[in-house]
């Protein structure tokens, strides 16, 4: 069968998705392409929601992967505001929830995301609580903040993972009062760990957040639809006139399981189950960014990556294990992120647990540093805070497992370069 007479359908319209298209037109794929994403807004990235965009630093038209015109202009069929709610394996079709059409696929790639961790609480369906994972929450947010900067207003954070410090640092930017509540000891703690938890405590109390670690959200109080304190079980109340649940992301990954198709175990993460080239327990079906879950070689387990790098990599890796190209995916996992003026970039994978020694070189008060997570010697990860282009040669020292020098690895010194093997 040629190219031509085949058709790959692609189910999720985020970046993957979108990348993913975009790699079999420059493969020189000549099939049908289609791709079916439930939002009504063209593919975008997700990052600018809690960073650029969010502060009016970057226009709405920023966000998106392509210029809508690119999609007509590839020959990539774009299904918005679609949704997929069955796959047929044996006949190899999908259905569109909305009328039931059938439509039929050679290669499927599933790049359905993950979406928001609902609070189990009283209170949770008053207008003034929100999420944040689509463009259209913050496209709310924003103005939300903007109202609460201009008021006095105060907004209480469930959660101070990625999300929830971010939103935390843009509310204050607009002038907003917030409460961040967070069941673990410090600020991504499952993370970085107590030590880098710490950083990022200071940075935000420096500019006027207020934490409560070790209690939970059990109820937010409201009036009249209106959202009026936030109760914690230590039975105290924080004035909030809005709250933002930030307490994580679920893999969507209903449709793979009602298909049949093999899941992790939720200790590694959930998601489903793919081999070094994506594909799943379906020859004819990959998956990727969010959903995909890939035993990485480096690490010897099971990892499911979230972060932005993942879509952006995983999903032209796919389109091409699609194609029949050699693919070995097996990238670090990377993310970044801003914070008032501190940014920064981790590499790698050391959740709490993993690690048996975090080695700092720089200085960490200063916030202009880069940490190491070891173990045995080795390094497991590393993040860069205000220390740039030094990314390639952490993941090199990540990648060579090789037993450093401690004492060399923690002075700025000596080029990291010369530590790896």
Not at 122 to 147: F, N
Not at 291 to 297: D, N, V, Y
Not at 359 to 377: P, S, Y
Request: proline share 5%; glycine share 12%.
């Amino acid at each position: 069968m040629v190219d031509a007479d085949q058709t790959f359908v692609i189910v999720g319209g985020g970046l993957a998705g979108a990348k993913a298209a975009e790699t079999l037109r420059a493969e020189g794929f000549t099939g049908r392409v289609i791709l079916i994403c439930d939002e009504r807004d063209h593919p975008y990235e997700r990052p600018p929601l809690s960073k650029g965009y969010l502060l009016g630093k970057e226009d709405r038209d920023s966000v998106f992967v392509h210029e809508p015109a690119w999609y007509a202009r590839n020959d990539v069929e774009l299904h918005l505001g679609q949704t997929v709610d069955a796959i047929d394996r044996a006949a190899r079709t999908v259905r569109f929830g909305d009328d039931g059409t059938l439509v039929h696929y050679d290669k499927l790639l599933l790049a359905t995301g993950a979406e928001p961790r609902r609070l189990d609480i009283p209170g949770t369906d008053l207008a003034g609580v929100h999420h944040l994972r689509r463009l259209a929450h913050a496209e709310r947010l924003k103005g939300v903040l903007t109202s609460l900067g201009r008021d006095n207003g105060h907004l209480v954070i469930a959660g101070a993972g990625w999300i929830g410090l971010e939103v935390a640092a843009a509310a204050r930017e607009y002038g907003a009062e917030v409460t961040v509540v967070e069941h673990g000891p410090t600020p991504l703690h499952t993370v970085l760990g107590p030590e880098l938890g710490n950083v990022f405590a200071e940075l935000h109390r420096e500019h006027g957040v207020r934490f409560r670690f070790g209690v939970r959200l059990t109820e937010i109080v409201g009036q009249d639809g209106m959202v009026l304190a936030a109760r914690t079980d230590d039975g105290e109340e924080h004035p909030a006139h809005d709250v933002l649940a930030a307490i994580g992301a679920a893999p969507r990954i209903g449709l793979a399981e009602a298909a049949g198709l093999e899941i992790a175990d939720l200790a590694q993460g959930g998601g489903v189950v793919v081999d070094e080239q994506l594909r799943t327990s379906d020859p004819d079906i990959y998956a990727t960014g969010d959903i995909a879950s890939l035993h990485h070689p480096l690490f010897g387990t099971r990892l499911r990556v979230e972060h932005w790098a993942n879509a952006l990599n995983g999903g032209p890796a796919a389109a091409r294990a699609m194609l029949g190209r050699e693919v070995t995916y097996d990238r670090l996992p990377y993310f970044f992120s801003d914070q008032y003026d501190l940014g920064m970039e981790y590499s790698g994978w050391a959740p709490a647990g993993s690690y048996d020694e975090v080695v700092i070189r720089g200085d960490a008060g200063k916030r202009t540093f880069i940490a190491f997570w070891l173990k045995e010697g080795r390094v497991l990860a590393g993040m860069n805070v205000n220390v740039w282009d030094v990314t390639e040669r952490i993941q090199d020292l990540i990648r060579s497992r090789s037993v450093v020098d401690q004492d060399a690895l923690a002075d700025p010194g000596v080029p990291l370069e010369s530590l790896v093997p």
